[in-house]
């Protein structure tokens, strides 16, 4: 299938490792001309920070002339439970910090990004924004009362965009990944990762390059009346939720 995304530009949040690295060099590899945003990266870009995203949107519309695509990777994980209770009584809490240090990044800043980027797609009467859920926020987890929470709202902002930009010829997405592995997955213990596969249908986990094979086909002409969808890449494991 030709995906036709040569010459495109393309920004990708939180490109540097994982899945963004995968995305970014996936569409290198179509003859896209791949941005990475990251705060591990040169030139460092902060997706929680309204004035740096934009100083970065211009560069690239300096350089580039046009924004195609976003992907929108960027997050970060900060487990807790909401109330950790033992012997009758409480033991931990997630505290504010821990909340909204993923707030700010998985949810905050997928806005600020799109914000800043959508009005040169309106112009172009073109664009494609891909933003990056979760099968967590789909059912919710264990542990993860904020990271649910933000991949759930990446989901209503994805639904909520498609409706408002289509007009403009601007296709909004979601993908949600399953178990993926990553260097920090794959760091578990081994049992830990047997048990995560194990709970898929497909009995594995799969591997970054599944999900940006995934934001490829969403960003190309192939997928062109795909518009305000949520695309599980999880071995079919929200079948088994």
């Not at 494609?128 to 209503?156: D, R, W």
Request: aromatic share 6%.
């Amino acid at each position: 299938m030709e995906l036709n995304l040569n010459d495109h530009v393309v920004i990708v949040t939180g490109g540097a490792a994982g899945i963004g690295r995968a995305t970014a060099e996936r569409f290198a590899a179509e003859g896209a001309r791949v941005v990475v945003w990251d705060v591990t990266s040169e030139p460092k870009i902060d997706v929680t920070d309204r004035e740096s995203v934009e100083r970065a949107v211009d560069d690239v519309i300096r350089q580039h002339g046009r924004i195609d695509v976003l992907v929108n990777n960027a997050g970060i994980v900060r487990d807790a439970q909401l109330v950790k209770w033992k012997d009758g009584a409480v033991v931990s809490t997630m505290d504010d910090a821990t909340f909204d240090a993923v707030v700010n990044v998985n949810l905050k800043g997928v806005f600020v990004c799109t914000r800043a980027i959508v009005p040169h797609m309106i112009r172009a009467g073109r664009g494609v924004i891909l933003n990056a859920s979760s099968i967590v926020g789909l059912y919710g987890n264990f542990g993860q009362t904020n990271y649910a929470a933000t991949k759930a709202g990446v989901i209503s902002f994805t639904q909520t965009w498609a409706r408002e930009l289509g007009r403009y010829g601007i296709r909004v997405n979601a993908v949600a990944p399953g178990f993926i592995g990553t260097e920090i997955l794959k760091a578990m213990p081994p049992k830990v990762l047997e048990s995560m596969a194990a709970k898929a249908p497909l009995g594995r986990m799969g591997e970054p390059g599944d999900i940006a094979n995934a934001y490829a086909w969403l960003a190309s002409d192939a997928a062109r009346f795909v518009s305000g969808a949520v695309l599980s890449v999880d071995g079919g494991l929200v079948l088994g939720t």
